[in-house]
Nanobody, 127 residues
Framework: QVQLVESGGGSVQARGSLRLSCAVSGRSFSSYTMAWFPQAPGQERQFVAAINWSEATYYVDSMKGRFTMSRDNAKNTVYLQMNSLKPEDTAVYYC?????????????????????WGQGTQVTVSS
C-alpha cells in the first residue's frame, strides 16, 4: 500500500504564497508520476500540475507562471510552490501518484490514471 500525506495548506490573503508538500511511502517513489488536483466546493477534482520520473513538469495554462512543482527523490516528497494566489485558487488540494507507460503529458492530466491519493490539504485564499 502506497500512502500519500499532504501538508502545507492554510489560509492566506490574495497575492500571498504557500508551499504544499506530499510525502509518499514506499520504495518506488522515483518512478511515479505525481500530480496535484484541487477540488473546490461543489466541483470535481481538476488537474493543475504534474511531474514525472525525469522531472519534466506540466501545468494547466491558468497556473503557468504562478505554480511550480518539484520533487526530492531522497525525501520521497513532491512540492507545489504556489505564488500570487487568488481567491479562485481556494480548494482542497489532493496529491496523486501513478505509474504507467503512455504519452506525456496527455495521460498525466487524466485523474483516472492515478492509483493513489492523499487525504488533501485545505488552501483558502481571501480577498
Amino acid at each position: 500500500q502506497v500512502q500519500l500525506v499532504e501538508s502545507g495548506g492554510g489560509s492566506v490573503q490574495a497575492r500571498g504564497s504557500l508551499r504544499l508538500s506530499c510525502a509518499v511511502s514506499g520504495r518506488s517513489f522515483s518512478s511515479y508520476t505525481m500530480a496535484w488536483f484541487p477540488q473546490a466546493p461543489g466541483q470535481e477534482r481538476q488537474f493543475v500540475a504534474a511531474i514525472n520520473w525525469s522531472e519534466a513538469t506540466y501545468y494547466v495554462d491558468s497556473m503557468k507562471g504562478r505554480f511550480t512543482m518539484s520533487r526530492d527523490n531522497a525525501k520521497n516528497t513532491v512540492y507545489l510552490q504556489m505564488n500570487s494566489l487568488k481567491p479562485e485558487d481556494t480548494a482542497v488540494y489532493y496529491c496523486a501518484a501513478g505509474r504507467w507507460t503512455a504519452s506525456w503529458p496527455q495521460t498525466a492530466i487524466n485523474r483516472y490514471k492515478y492509483n493513489y491519493w492523499g487525504q488533501g490539504t485545505q488552501v483558502t485564499v481571501s480577498s
